[in-house]
């Protein structure tokens, strides 16, 4: 099926990408293998056409990707679809109860070597192309629909001013030594809803800026988004596709510090989307149909440089890492680990700087998603909407492949756990954010 002058078609499919036990689990700087499946993990794609043009639009409940699953996998989707892989967005939920992924680009992660994980890795592209080959066939004429919802109580800004002057990372509820947040949070949730001319659902994609951190422990769980679909597809009557996808959440999390009460495991995910499921069961009904539905595509590899190393750092990063590694009784500190392996994957680029795809997809005039390599703060993603010429963009992050961390230039004399844990440079994510800028720029004027 080919779509009519100014006609959208789009279709949307899920393929189930749940590992199986004993996989290393990804998230945190040891190794926890999976025991159980709480609710199952799923590639989930979105295929548009438009105006001879067709794009797919995918997130994965893991925690990350890497380049060369996207790679694969979008020379896999090529193949099966005809769909140009630039024209693919593939992007991450950030959920820490997913699976370690390995392959060549798969850096530090405790598990990665694992022989599960490996042959996990070697299978996910097929099961992405899969996802977006289901959702091509099943494309069909819809009406798009896109507004905002907002929610204000679940998303905090983990780094505070403390009284000593110094900036602290999830400081601790309650904690007396806490001033103020130093960042922001972003309220906004984009809401892009597709249906047929009959009025029957065909999928919904939904974002927020908001860590998926919650479930902890082994079993297997895609966290909130487990909630957020299964009661949207209950409240529209239908099987519903809610394809969700994380905001530029790098400085981001849902612990209130002013809160006494402990938020972590299944409950407070599921408290979490459904709060998210009420506001976009509010927003539907304020929604509007595009006025234009030309869909354009550009993306941009960009270079960015690598931090700089302390003298002697490699040979002491190397002794922490070994100290980690032999399971020692006396660990070293969180942050000391963190800044080794930190130093081991800078090091071995040996001077090569890091180099990431800033990609954007239009719909008409008035829709844009922005995909981003890596665990943005939320300042730089609140700069790229500002300056957008579309009144709806929207930011995934961890799209296309991610090198970690990238904080605002202003936070980098802060220190503490995410510039500490930085793959790239100061200035790194202005620069991210100009090169957004500049291609969504482009596509608006490639509308008129």
């Known amino acids: 099926m080919n779509a009519d002058k100014g006609e959208v078609l789009a279709g949307a499919a899920a393929v189930k990408i749940t590992p199986p036990p004993g996989t290393p689990m990804a998230g945190y700087y040891y190794v926890r293998p999976a025991a159980g499946v709480h609710d199952d993990l799923h590639a989930k794609a979105i295929v548009l056409e438009s105006g001879g043009a067709m794009a797919a639009l995918v997130a994965l409940d893991l925690l990350t990707t890497t380049r060369w699953v996207a790679e694969e996998a979008r020379r896999e989707i090529e193949r099966a679809t005809g769909i140009p892989g630039a024209q693919v967005m593939i992007s991450a939920t950030h959920a820490h109860t997913g699976p370690v992924l390995g392959g060549p680009d798969a850096g530090w992660f405790f598990g990665s070597d694992n022989d599960l994980v490996r042959q996990y890795t070697a299978a996910l592209p097929a099961r992405i192309a899969e996802a977006v080959k289901l959702a091509c066939a099943a494309r069909r004429p819809v009406t798009v629909l896109a507004g905002e919802g907002r929610e204000d109580s679940i998303a905090f800004n983990r780094r505070y001013r403390m009284k000593d002057g110094t900036v602290g990372w999830n400081p601790g509820k309650l904690n007396p030594n806490i001033v103020k947040p130093v960042g ?265």
Request: aromatic content about 6%.
């Open 184 to 448: 922001r949070i972003d309220p906004a949730l984009p809401v892009v809803y597709f249906e047929t001319p009959q009025r029957a659902p065909v999928a919904l994609y939904a974002n927020y800026t908001v860590h998926l951190d919650n479930v902890g422990g082994a079993e297997i769980s895609s966290d909130l988004p487990c909630t957020l679909a299964k009661l949207l597809a209950e409240a529209t009557g239908s099987s519903l596709l809610t394809l969700y996808t994380t905001g530029a959440c790098g400085d981001v999390n849902h612990l209130d510090v002013k809160w006494a009460e402990p938020q972590h495991g299944h409950a407070n995910a599921a408290r979490m989307g459904t709060l998210l499921a009420a506001e976009v069961l509010r927003a539907l009904p304020k929604l509007q149909p595009l006025r234009s539905s030309g869909l354009r595509c550009r993306h941009e590899m960009v270079e960015l440089d690598l931090p700089e190393l302390a003298p002697g750092g490699v040979e002491r990063a190397q002794a922490v890492i070994a100290k980690v590694r032999s399971a020692a009784a006396t660990q070293p500190q969180f942050l000391e680990q963190v800044e080794a392996f930190k130093v081991a994957d800078v090091a071995e680029r040996a001077g090569k700087p890091q180099v990431v795809e800033v990609q954007v997809i239009a719909l008409g005039a008035e829709v844009a998603w922005v995909a981003l390599p890596g665990e943005i703060f939320v300042e730089l993603g609140l700069k790229i909407k500002a300056a957008s010429p579309f009144r709806h963009t929207i930011i995934a992050e961890l799209a296309n492949g991610s090198i970690g961390y990238i904080p605002t230039a202003r936070a980098w004399p802060q220190g503490n756990y995410e510039v500490v844990s930085a793959r790239c440079a100061k200035g790194s994510g202005e620069r991210l954010v100009k090169t957004a800028v500049r291609l969504l720029k482009e596509l608006a004027k490639a509308d008129r």
